[in-house]
């Protein structure tokens, strides 16, 4: 499915990136909810927000790493 690959990124994302590092992933225009939601499980992201594209369609996924 479409969050195959997005599930181990947010899981493994906090070990490589240093304390205050940003997650910066293209998303699908209508995974929003459900990759907020794996954020928010994972106590190492903090600040997880989706942000629109040009079109107005949720697109940008950011967060960033615990520290």
């Given at each position: 499915g479409g969050l195959d690959t997005l599930r181990p990124l947010?899981?493994?994302?906090p070990r490589v990136l240093r304390p205050?590092?940003?997650?910066?992933?293209?998303?699908?225009?209508r995974q929003r909810d459900?990759?907020?939601?794996?954020?928010?499980a994972?106590?190492?992201?903090?600040g997880a927000e989706v942000r629109p594209d040009f079109?107005?369609?949720?697109r940008?996924?950011?967060a960033t790493a615990r520290g």
């Open positions: 947010l899981e493994q994302a205050g590092g940003r997650l910066v992933v293209e998303i699908g225009h459900a990759v907020l939601a794996l954020a928010a994972n106590p190492r992201l903090q079109e107005g369609f949720w940008m996924f950011v």
